[in-house]
């Protein structure tokens, strides 16, 4: 009968003899496309041992060109074209810049900046060429027209064309024409000291004024004279008692408002006071102030 075991698996009673487990076996064992050495098992099998290689060639793992070398054909990143590189793995990365912008990466291709391009644009009312700005859109080029009727200028009548109505200047009427800018221009003179510019309306040369002159010892029609004084007319009586002697004299004793002086019709560009004796005829004239404003001074 069995008694007490002394030996498990003995080769006295036909156990295979395996080497111990842990020990090195020959050949090596794969994992994956992993490569490791092969250890025995202590039971005639085998286990994995240290990791030799990753991603071997004896495990079926694919072989790629090493990271960073060239690759066939080019790569893009938004619309900019890159060589192409190697990654080691079987796929590919970015390398070194080629185009930004690039038609081969979608880039739409505009006219270069400067180059004519069709229609006008407007800057304010003034109206310039249109050129290309590279980018797909435009720039400002040569000025074509200011104050441009297609950039919503208002269209202002040419100068010196009638604009109805009149303008004064220095109590003068003139012809009113347009300045070809929105204002007005003196045009030929209508009327001298114009009514409707404020001159002085004075009576009629020979119209009949209230009182009369003496010359002499004779009196006479006192008249105007058109300017605001006043001349002889006809002889009302030859010696009469309204002229004694006494009082025909140079001096002053009554002057007239300021006028404008004229000679022949013509203003001599002085304002000056007439002043008068006591039976109004003139005696001396006051020079007021020379080429004011007012006093035709053109």
């Given at each position: 009968v069995k008694g007490k075991l002394l030996e498990a698996n003995s080769k006295d009673c036909g156990a295979p003899q395996y080497p111990a487990r842990g020990t090195a076996a020959a050949g090596?064992?794969?994992?994956?496309?992993?490569?490791?050495?092969?250890?025995?098992?202590?039971?005639?099998?085998?286990?994995?041992?240290?990791?030799?290689?990753?991603?071997?060639?004896?495990?079926?793992?694919?072989?790629y060109p090493a990271r960073g070398t060239a690759a066939a054909g080019t790569m893009c990143e938004g619309t900019s074209k890159f060589s192409r590189l190697n990654d080691g793995k079987g796929g590919f990365m970015k390398g070194k810049l080629l185009e930004a912008?690039?038609?081969?990466?979608?880039?739409?291709?505009?006219?270069?900046?400067?180059?004519?391009?069709?229609?006008?644009?407007?800057?304010?009312?003034?109206?310039?060429?249109?050129?290309?700005?590279?980018?797909?859109?435009?720039?400002?080029?040569?000025?074509?027209?200011?104050?441009?009727?297609?950039?919503?200028?208002?269209?202002?009548?040419?100068?010196?064309?009638?604009?109805g109505g009149f303008i004064c200047f220095q109590a003068s009427k003139y012809e009113k024409l347009?300045?070809?800018?929105?204002?007005?221009?003196?045009?030929?003179?209508?009327?001298?000291?114009?009514?409707?510019?404020?001159?002085?309306?004075?009576?009629?040369?020979?119209?009949?004024?209230?009182?009369?002159?003496?010359?002499?010892?004779?009196?006479?029609?006192?008249?105007?004279?058109?300017?605001?004084?006043?001349?002889?007319?006809?002889?009302?009586?030859?010696?009469?008692?309204?002229?004694?002697?006494?009082?025909?004299?140079?001096n002053c004793y009554r002057t007239g408002e300021p006028t404008c002086e004229q000679v022949a019709g013509n203003y001599t560009g002085r304002k000056v006071q007439y002043c008068y004796n006591k039976i109004g005829r003139i005696v001396r004239v006051i020079v007021v102030s020379k080429c004011s404003t007012d006093c035709r001074c053109f």
């Open positions: 090596t064992m794969c994992e994956g496309t992993s490569k490791f050495s092969r250890l025995n098992d202590g039971k005639g099998g085998f286990v994995k041992g240290k990791l030799l290689e990753a991603n071997s060639k004896d495990c079926g793992a694919p072989q912008n690039s038609k081969d990466c979608g880039a739409p291709q505009y006219p270069a900046r400067g180059t004519a391009a069709a229609g006008t644009m407007c800057e304010g009312t003034s109206k310039f060429s249109r050129l290309n700005d590279g980018k797909g859109g435009f720039i400002k080029g040569k000025l074509l027209e200011a104050n441009s009727k297609d950039c919503g200028a208002p269209q202002l009548p040419a100068r010196s064309t009638p604009a347009n300045d070809g800018k929105g204002g007005f221009i003196r045009g030929k003179l209508v009327e001298a000291n114009s009514k409707d510019c404020g001159a002085p309306q004075r009576p009629a040369r020979g119209t009949v004024a209230k009182g009369f002159l003496c010359s002499g010892r004779s009196k006479y029609e006192k008249l105007h004279d058109g300017k605001g004084g006043f001349i002889k007319g006809k002889m009302v009586e030859e010696i009469s008692s309204d002229c004694p002697i006494d009082l025909i004299d140079n």
